[in-house]
């Protein structure tokens, strides 16, 4: 660690053509346009780098709290899942002439990648992506000339849509764990893969005819399932998010 700081001779800035993207796409810049270039602005003589360097980092990371008795202990994790890193310019004197320089760049986003996402209610759970770029610096005294920024990448719709159903029979009691016989219900929805903003469309069919109990409600909910594991190991399964809708109620004849 340098004793003194790369912004003392200039700065580095980065932006690109859009701020999300989709596995597999391209995070493409272009000379015609100011979107998607890298900005450098030398004000000062005296640094001594000459390698321009562009990087990708995708981290994942999760936090909760376990309470036991009157204490209690907070599992963490963090993993880096992706990183990819090139040089975009090399300069042949590593002493940096005062100006300005732009520089695009060109990334291929891997297919696999996860979706970006966050949720911090009552635990943490994150998948982030940042593009980093840095004039490294060939003295030990003097830091890099850096700088980042957040990018969304989200993942595309890759398998085959088809309807699906599920059907589920209950065995129902009442006091005293008295059978009246069972209950089914059959759900069906037109695809099984939806997109955050997508109408979802949901027809359900109940067989209560060999049933002694009579129907008064039935309620509709859609739920969020999360895993979220430690670097210790530990696993964590909680609904994080319940959206109830107003089901039918039926007349008592």
Same mark, same amino acid.
């Given at each position: 660690?340098?004793?003194?700081?790369?912004?003392?001779?200039?700065?580095?800035?980065?932006?690109?053509?859009?701020?999300?993207y989709f596995s597999g796409e391209f995070v493409?810049?272009?000379?015609?346009?100011?979107?998607?270039?890298?900005? =450098?602005?030398?004000?000062? $003589?005296? &640094? #001594?780098?000459?390698?321009?360097?562009? /990087?990708?980092?995708? *981290?994942? @990371?999760?936090?909760?709290?376990?309470?036991?008795?009157?204490?209690?202990?907070?599992?963490?994790?963090?993993?880096?899942?992706?990183e990819d890193s090139f040089v975009i310019n090399?300069?042949?004197?590593?002493?940096?002439?005062?100006?300005?320089?732009?520089?695009?760049?060109?990334?291929?986003?891997? =297919?696999?990648?996860?979706? $970006?996402? &966050? #949720?911090?209610?009552?635990?943490?759970? /994150?998948?982030?992506? *940042?593009? @980093?770029?840095?004039?490294?610096?060939?003295?030990?005294?003097?830091?890099?000339?850096?700088?980042?920024?957040?990018?969304?990448?989200?993942?595309?719709?890759?398998?085959?849509?088809?309807?699906?159903?599920?059907?589920?029979?209950?065995?129902?009691?009442?006091?005293?764990?008295?059978?009246?016989?069972?209950?089914?219900?059959? $759900?069906?929805?037109?695809?099984?893969?939806?997109?955050?903003?997508?109408?979802?469309?949901?027809?359900?069919?109940?067989?209560?005819?060999?049933?002694?109990?009579?129907?008064?409600?039935?309620?509709?909910?859609?739920?969020?399932?999360?895993?979220?594991?430690s670097n210790s190991g530990a696993q964590k399964?909680?609904?994080?998010?319940?959206?109830?809708?107003?089901?039918?109620?039926?007349?008592?004849?």
């Amino acid at each position: 660690m340098g004793n003194k700081q790369g912004s003392e001779f200039g700065g580095i800035m980065l932006r690109t053509k859009k701020t999300i993207y989709f596995s597999g796409e391209f995070v493409k810049c272009k000379l015609s346009t100011i979107l998607g270039n890298i900005y =450098l602005h030398i004000i000062k $003589s005296g &640094y #001594h780098g000459n390698v321009v360097q562009f /990087s990708i980092v995708g *981290k994942e @990371k999760t936090e909760w709290e376990v309470s036991i008795g009157k204490g209690g202990t907070t599992h963490h994790g963090k993993n880096v899942f992706y990183e990819d890193s090139f040089v975009i310019n090399t300069y042949l004197n590593e002493n940096l002439m005062v100006g300005q320089f732009v520089f695009p760049f060109e990334l291929e986003l891997p =297919l696999d990648l996860l979706g $970006s996402f &966050y #949720h911090s209610y009552g635990l943490l759970a /994150s998948v982030g992506y *940042k593009i @980093k770029v840095r004039i490294i610096s060939n003295s030990k005294s003097v830091n890099n000339i850096k700088n980042e920024q957040e990018i969304i990448i989200r993942e595309p719709i890759q398998e085959i849509l088809q309807a699906s159903s599920e059907k589920v029979t209950s065995n129902l009691t009442t006091w005293c764990c008295k059978q009246q016989v069972f209950c089914s219900i059959t $759900s069906k929805a037109e695809k099984n893969l939806y997109q955050s903003g997508e109408l979802f469309n949901l027809t359900y069919d109940i067989d209560n005819s060999y049933c002694m109990l009579n129907l008064e409600k039935d309620d509709v909910i859609i739920m969020s399932r999360l895993i979220i594991r430690s670097n210790s190991g530990a696993q964590k399964r909680q609904e994080v998010n319940q959206t109830p809708y107003l089901g039918v109620e039926y007349k008592k004849e």
